[in-house]
């Protein structure tokens, strides 16, 4: 049987990390299995639904480069994927459950039930109240001018019993359940019908889904059986919690997607930290993508929760981006360019892949790197003017010049060859490094710390180098006034 999974997040904002967790278990499975991964839009939340929220739902699972073989851009051979576009599917299956005696109409009102609630409240505040079934047993029928609910008939008594992938054997007896609606008076179902309904008519053989569904799921298993479905395997994962042990959340941070792309943040970094919340391999920590589809299983999952760490997160992120066979030259060129462009810097890809060997070990974000490289892409560059006032002045002209004039000379605009006729230079007028070092640094960077000045002077080549060094000495005579 070929392997069927989905990710189904609401359009209701942006896209959570917790919610990318999920999806990248079910994409890794599929993958490692041969399967199906499906991307289905639960859009039933119609006041706070918005197209705009899928398209960033899309975008950012395009960016992290989990690919989706079914969904509401793609199509396939069970769409639709956007449930609003799925409800005549929904009723066909409802009026199934009620000519099974699995479901009933419910015509009581809200204000009916809002009454029954105070008043068991009243008797005792610690009370739950469930609904007491007044409709269980009428003949209500479509025709009824009455507005009216679908309820589930739960059974009385017996348990639902299913093995988690995750959690091993759990049971839940039926007494836990009550008549839970599955329908509103508007044809729109709620979470647990259309998500059994679609996981049917979809084919989904595997649920895989936060910890925090298990509540669902013995009613939904019940549904699977009076409907006569096959029920899927399913597997609930721990839950990312923040440092209190609290349900991460916008008050904790970054949370979103998007704001891990606009920090900077690789999509495979991000997913590498990820996967460690509730999936382990040995003390192995990096991943490739590749690495997981190979390696990701259900008997390494564990069932503790697991707290955020954003110093986590950036050492792993930071590794990725230092090791070529984790982020190649191309993905590291395609992921610094937004933010070399945003700067107003436009280099060739040429250019930016031959700064890569001075920044990778740098730039712990692409947003850093971007800021690290950024005097190589911009002439005159941007000064420190706390270091160009410390650094050139006056004294020091004179030996700027003579430096560009020693660089110029070198036999090939090497670092090895620049150190050789810099170091001469220096024997020469015996002078000690440091006393012409940070000089020469903020003439050709604009700062006080770089990457090596034989290594920036030959990836700047040798006219600018030479141009950037005349700058600044006349710069440092100019002070004096």
Same mark, same amino acid.
């Given at each position: 049987?070929?392997?069927?999974?989905?990710?189904?997040?609401? %359009?209701?904002?942006?896209?959570?990390?917790?919610?990318?967790? $999920?999806?990248?278990?079910?994409?890794?499975?599929?993958?490692?299995?041969?399967?199906?991964?499906?991307?289905?839009?639960?859009?039933?939340?119609?006041?706070?639904?918005?197209?705009?929220?899928?398209?960033?739902?899309?975008?950012?699972?395009?960016?992290?480069?989990?690919?989706?073989?079914?969904?509401?851009?793609?199509?396939?051979? =069970?769409?639709?994927?956007?449930?609003?576009?799925?409800?005549?599917?929904?009723?066909?299956?409802?009026?199934?459950?009620?000519?099974?005696?699995?479901?009933?109409?419910?015509?009581?009102?809200?204000?009916?039930?809002?009454?029954?609630?105070?008043?068991?409240?009243?008797?005792?505040?610690?009370?739950?109240?469930?609904?007491?079934?007044?409709?269980?047993?009428?003949?209500?029928?479509?025709?009824?001018?009455?507005?009216?609910?679908?309820?589930?008939?739960?059974?009385?008594?017996?348990?639902?019993?299913?093995?988690?992938?995750?959690?091993?054997?759990?049971?839940?007896?039926?007494?836990?359940?009550?008549?839970?609606?599955?329908?509103?008076?508007?044809?729109?179902?709620?979470?647990?019908?259309?998500?059994?309904?679609?996981?049917?008519? #979809?084919?989904?053989?595997?649920?895989?889904?936060?910890?925090?569904? #298990?509540?669902?799921? %013995?009613?939904?298993?019940?549904?699977?059986?009076?409907?006569?479905?096959?029920?899927?395997?399913?597997?609930?994962? %721990?839950?990312?919690?923040?440092?209190?042990?609290?349900?991460?959340?916008?008050?904790?941070?970054?949370?979103?997607?998007?704001?891990?792309?606009?920090?900077?943040?690789? %999509? +495979?970094?991000?997913?590498?930290?990820?996967?460690?919340?509730?999936?382990?391999?040995?003390?192995?920590?990096?991943?490739?993508?590749?690495?997981? $589809?190979?390696?990701?299983?259900?008997?390494?999952?564990?069932?503790?929760?697991?707290? =955020?760490?954003?110093?986590?997160?950036?050492?792993?992120?930071?590794?990725?981006?230092?090791?070529?066979?984790?982020?190649?030259?191309?993905?590291?060129?395609?992921?610094?360019?937004?933010?070399?462009?945003?700067?107003?810097? $436009?280099?060739?890809?040429?250019?930016?892949?031959?700064?890569?060997?001075?920044?990778?070990?740098?730039?712990?974000?692409?947003?850093?790197?971007?800021?690290?490289?950024?005097?190589?892409?911009?002439?005159?560059?941007?000064?420190?003017?706390?270091? $160009?006032?410390?650094?050139?002045?006056?004294?020091?002209?004179?030996?700027?010049?003579?430096?560009?004039?020693?660089?110029?000379?070198?036999?090939?605009?090497?670092?090895?060859?620049?150190?050789?006729?810099?170091?001469?230079?220096?024997?020469?007028?015996?002078?000690?490094?440091?006393?012409?070092?940070?000089?020469?640094?903020?003439?050709?960077?604009?700062?006080?710390?770089?990457?090596?000045?034989?290594?920036?002077?030959?990836?700047?080549?040798?006219?600018?180098?030479?141009?950037?060094?005349?700058?600044?000495?006349?710069?440092?005579?100019?002070?004096? +006034?």
């Amino acid at each position: 049987m070929t392997t069927r999974v989905r990710f189904a997040p609401s %359009p209701t904002g942006y896209l959570h990390i917790g919610g990318v967790r $999920t999806a990248l278990f079910n994409w890794l499975w599929a993958k490692r299995t041969g399967g199906v991964f499906i991307l289905r839009i639960e859009d039933t939340d119609q006041e706070r639904s918005t197209l705009e929220n899928e398209r960033v739902i899309l975008d950012s699972m395009k960016w992290l480069g989990l690919d989706w073989a079914e969904g509401p851009d793609v199509g396939g051979a =069970f769409g639709p994927y956007r449930q609003m576009e799925r409800l005549p599917v929904y009723q066909e299956h409802v009026q199934k459950l009620i000519d099974r005696g699995a479901a009933y109409r419910c015509t009581c009102t809200k204000e009916d039930l809002d009454r029954q609630r105070a008043e068991l409240k009243a008797k005792d505040p610690k009370a739950q109240f469930r609904y007491p079934g007044t409709c269980r047993d009428k003949k209500i029928g479509a025709e009824t001018d009455k507005p009216f609910v679908i309820r589930f008939k739960a059974p009385a008594g017996g348990a639902v019993t299913y093995k988690d992938l995750v959690f091993g054997e759990v049971t839940t007896p039926n007494t836990a359940q009550q008549d839970a609606v599955l329908m509103r008076s508007d044809g729109v179902p709620l979470y647990n019908l259309g998500a059994v309904v679609d996981d049917i008519t #979809m084919g989904v053989t595997l649920v895989a889904r936060g910890r925090d569904h #298990m509540i669902n799921t %013995p009613q939904q298993i019940l549904l699977y059986e009076a409907l006569g479905a096959r029920t899927p395997q399913f597997a609930h994962l %721990p839950m990312m919690l923040n440092q209190k042990g609290e349900k991460l959340s916008k008050r904790d941070g970054a949370v979103s997607v998007a704001e891990y792309k606009d920090m900077g943040i690789s %999509p +495979a970094g991000l997913l590498n930290y990820l996967v460690r919340f509730g999936w382990s391999y040995g003390d192995e920590e990096v991943f490739s993508l590749a690495d997981l $589809t190979q390696k990701f299983d259900w008997e390494r999952c564990g069932r503790g929760d697991g707290k =955020f760490d954003t110093k986590k997160l950036s050492a792993i992120a930071f590794e990725h981006l230092k090791r070529p066979d984790l982020t190649s030259d191309d993905d590291y060129v395609r992921g610094v360019r937004p933010f070399l462009e945003a700067r107003g810097l $436009t280099p060739t890809d040429d250019a930016i892949r031959a700064a890569l060997p001075l920044y990778r070990d740098r730039g712990q974000t692409w947003v850093q790197a971007a800021d690290l490289m950024d005097y190589l892409f911009r002439d005159p560059p941007a000064p420190d003017e706390k270091a $160009t006032k410390k650094f050139l002045v006056p004294e020091k002209a004179g030996i700027l010049r003579d430096v560009a004039d020693a660089l110029g000379a070198a036999p090939e605009f090497t670092p090895a060859a620049l150190e050789a006729r810099f170091t001469a230079l220096l024997g020469e007028r015996g002078l000690e490094l440091k006393e012409v070092a940070q000089p020469v640094r903020v003439a050709l960077t604009g700062r006080t710390a770089s990457p090596g000045l034989f290594d920036v002077a030959a990836l700047l080549g040798k006219e600018r180098t030479l141009d950037r060094l005349r700058s600044a000495a006349k710069l440092a005579e100019a002070s004096q +006034a």
